[in-house]
């Protein structure tokens, strides 16, 4: 079968809902002009000069509809329009904007296909077409999948430059001066004889133009702000602790709830007793919730411990209730009736597996949590005219159609407010918290009702990382990696969460099941690698870099211990093997960094690791000694190409968060299931790296990929399997399963 004609499942986590359900859009629709959802309502002397820019006589106002989740994507989206319409940090003010299909993701939908990500033939191309229709024609407003940047570089400025334009055109109506002859800066007009008119000064001129969209993006030579050092415009207020996060957020004769849910996910609430609860100081209320109970009461804290204080009899869990059966319904998995797809099949494996002696073995990545440090939390206002609702949502068209159907509404009438999030990794993709508040809501008509998550109910109710198990087999010869052959077997993710959207069984395989395994730049003569679908266990989601967070482990493991019985260098031989010349100058760069080849000190160990996710190669390479009290990790570094670095700062940061994200739950942390229920309810369980565990981290990016891609999420796979090479090299123990904290000591 063609691979055009196999989508990849991941293709339909959101877009199901036009494929599966049946929707048809033919060429007029996706060639239609999409409304500016900033002209309804308009004063006359205020200017929405496209959907990301709206300008009155006080403020220049910028939207920046991507959601903030701590990854700085206020500032940068802000920043890309800054560059063209010649307006500094300052001078204006950012709002999210309102949910509408002008800001559908145009970059998420380009990955959202079968294809390697620099596969740029003419079906590759095509598909990505498609699914460009697809997001355009449902206004998919989506963030996620490190798209931030790539899906605002080019029509944010654009935005800023049609901004411009249209402004000096406002200044030539007004002043006869030919726009010719007009120039911008600093957030004014500037006139031949070197008068300014402030853009506001405009506003009301420009209302009545229509937008000049003829317009030419500036060369990266007269950029002013992209590719320079920017300070976040949140970084004051996140450094003073005055930022207001949704949790923070008060409103007007608001009631405070929380809930108590059935641990076991998806089980049901036979009957609860509330006897010692009633009479409670500040207890308002008592209400039944979809397989719960909910407290309304005068403050957060009260609701808490009243909700705590229930006695509930739940149903049983609709998956399996020990853990030690989750991982032999995987370990069954490996068949040919669950074979999602063979994704790479290059050589003759089969022949070269019997060309010597086989390295086989065996690996398992866990159930991971997100616990952002924010619990999940909502504000919902159930109105005569509508219902309002206060979140941080990564789809905030969703929020209104799931809103609306739990209240009895029509979409359009639910107004969303968006608020920043401490913190996501995918787990503000998920709607439990809103439509639990919701139902609360409801019936309390008229009064604000704000539902807060205590800790252990967050982790309690969080849809965790896919878990998965990976075997490998292969050959080496003549000093080389001959033949490699990887299985893989893991949970949909996809699929999970497309059921949890209401939307059908999306078609095809599911790419995340392959991701950071199939696509490996390296020209191994026999390479297949076979993904396997495991049917549904506990309910799981999206997790920071998706399948490659597990993948990127079990293939760079395996590579690396083909790599040792052929007595070849980690970093050599996945030179010599590498295909794809941007892939090769970032091995090449971190091994500049690293020094590596130098010899170490006894009880040290250097290892590499190479993944490309989202379209991002990155290599890492991890330091460690072995010390009387266990491994320490001393120093990281990492190099990666993303096309095109926006702000070099945040940048950095984003790729030194990731690799302690990833380092701390490859040494400690997983999700594991005893009676139906997660056993992990708060960080003392679930420790991330400590603070002085941190390693000195160096970080180098490239711009040599011909297209622009995201930095959140690709440094995440690379850093469990560097660190596990480097253990071994520092100590000879391979390690094979996550947490690593089960087979060493880490200081």
């Known amino acids: 079968m063609s691979r055009v004609k196999t989508i990849a499942r991941r293709t339909f986590l959101i877009g199901s809902a036009a494929v599966a359900g049946g929707v048809v859009f033919g060429a007029y629709q996706v060639r239609k002009a999409i409304p500016n959802p900033l002209a309804e309502g308009l004063m006359p002397s205020e200017a929405a000069l496209t959907p990301w820019v709206r300008i009155d006589k006080e403020s220049v106002t910028l939207i920046t509809p991507h959601t903030d989740l701590g990854q700085g994507a206020y500032s940068v989206q802000a920043a890309l329009i800054a560059e063209e319409l010649d307006i500094e940090f300052g001078q204006f003010r950012i709002g999210p904007g309102v949910p509408a299909q002008a800001y559908y993701n145009r970059a998420l939908s380009a990955e959202q296909v079968p294809f390697h990500s620099h596969d740029t033939g003419w079906q590759a191309e095509a598909m990505r077409d498609v699914m460009g229709g697809l997001f355009k024609v449902m206004g998919l407003m989506v963030t996620g999948g490190s798209s931030t940047v790539p899906d605002g570089f080019d029509k944010l400025r654009e935005a800023g430059a049609v901004a411009r334009e249209t402004l000096k055109l406002a200044a030539s109506r007004q002043t006869g001066v030919p726009v010719a002859q007009l120039k911008t800066a600093r957030g004014a007009v500037q006139l031949p004889d070197g008068k300014e008119l402030k853009y506001t000064e405009l506003a009301e001129i420009a209302a009545t133009l229509e937008p000049v969209h003829e317009v030419t993006l500036r060369a990266p030579s007269e950029w002013r702000l992209i590719g320079k050092p920017m300070q976040r415009l949140d970084i004051v207020a996140k450094s003073t602790g005055t930022l207001h996060y949704g949790i923070d957020l008060s409103v007007e004769g608001m009631a405070h709830a929380a809930v108590k849910v059935n641990p076991r996910q998806g089980g049901k609430l036979n009957r609860y007793d509330d006897s010692k609860v009633k009479g409670l100081r500040g207890v308002k209320k008592i209400l039944p919730v979809t397989n719960g109970v909910a407290v309304v009461a005068d403050n957060t804290w009260r609701a808490i411990q009243a909700a705590k204080a229930i006695e509930c009899d739940w149903g049983p869990a609709p998956y399996p209730a020990e853990m030690k059966d989750h991982w032999a319904a995987i370990a069954a998995s490996f068949t040919p009736e669950r074979m999602d797809k063979e994704w790479r099949h290059d050589g003759d494996v089969d022949k070269a597996l019997t060309d010597g002696p086989v390295v086989e073995a065996e690996y398992r990545a866990p159930y991971l949590a997100h616990a952002p440090l924010e619990p999940l939390n909502a504000i919902v206002k159930v109105g005569e005219d509508g219902v309002d609702v206060w979140v941080a949502h990564q789809m905030p068209r969703f929020v209104q159609q799931k809103v609306a159907a739990v209240v009895g509404v029509k979409p359009e009438h639910v107004r969303f407010h968006q608020q920043y999030a401490g913190g996501s990794f995918g787990h503000r993709l998920e709607f439990e918290n809103v439509t639990l508040c919701a139902e609360i809501a409801k019936q309390m008509r008229g009064t604000p009702v704000k539902l807060t998550y205590s800790r252990e109910e967050d982790f309690a109710h969080d849809f965790p990382r896919q878990i998965g198990m990976a075997r490998g087999k292969g050959v080496v010869k003549d000093g080389k990696v001959h033949a490699y052959d990887l299985q893989v077997a893991t949970v949909s993710s996809s699929a999970s969460q497309s059921a949890r959207l209401g939307r059908s069984k999306p078609p095809g395989a599911d790419g995340q099941i392959a991701a950071g395994a199939w696509n490996q730049p390296f020209a191994v003569p026999h390479f297949r690698m076979r993904a396997y679908k495991v049917p549904e266990l506990a309910p799981t989601s999206s997790w920071r870099s998706v399948g490659a967070s597990t993948q990127g482990f079990f293939a760079n493991a395996f590579l690396d211990?083909?790599?040792?019985?052929?007595?070849?260098?980690?970093?050599?031989?996945?030179?010599?093997?590498?295909?794809?010349?941007?892939?090769?100058?970032?091995?090449?760069?971190?091994?500049?960094?690293?020094?590596?080849?130098?010899?170490?000190?006894?009880?040290?160990?250097?290892?590499?690791?190479?993944?490309?996710?989202?379209?991002?190669?990155?290599?890492?390479?991890?330091?460690?000694?072995?010390?009387?009290?266990?491994?320490?990790?001393?120093?990281?570094?990492?190099?990666?190409?993303?096309?095109?670095?926006?702000?070099?700062?945040?940048?950095d940061n984003q790729v030194k968060g990731a690799v302690v994200w990833a380092l701390g739950h490859a040494m400690n942390c997983e999700i594991t299931y005893a009676d139906g229920m997660a056993q992990q309810t708060n960080f003392s369980q679930f420790q991330a790296m400590r603070l002085d565990q941190c390693p000195r981290i160096a970080v180098r990016g490239l711009e040599n990929a011909p297209r622009m891609r995201g930095i959140g999420e690709p440094p995440v796979p690379p850093a469990a399997p560097a660190l596990a090479a480097a253990i071994f090299a520092a100590t000879g123990k391979r390690l094979r399963e996550m947490p690593f904290s089960k087979f060493v000591d880490f200081v």
């Open 561 to 651: 211990e083909l790599i040792h019985a052929a007595g070849a260098d980690p970093l050599q031989e996945r030179l010599r093997l590498c295909n794809h010349g941007v892939s090769r100058k970032v091995l090449e760069a971190v091994g500049e960094m690293s020094n590596w080849g130098t010899k170490l000190e006894p009880g040290r160990g250097r290892g590499v690791a190479f993944v490309d996710s989202f379209g991002v190669p990155v290599a890492e390479v991890v330091e460690v000694t072995q010390t009387d009290k266990g491994i320490r990790i001393d120093k990281v570094f990492v190099a990666v190409d993303v096309g095109r670095i926006v702000d070099p700062v945040n940048f």
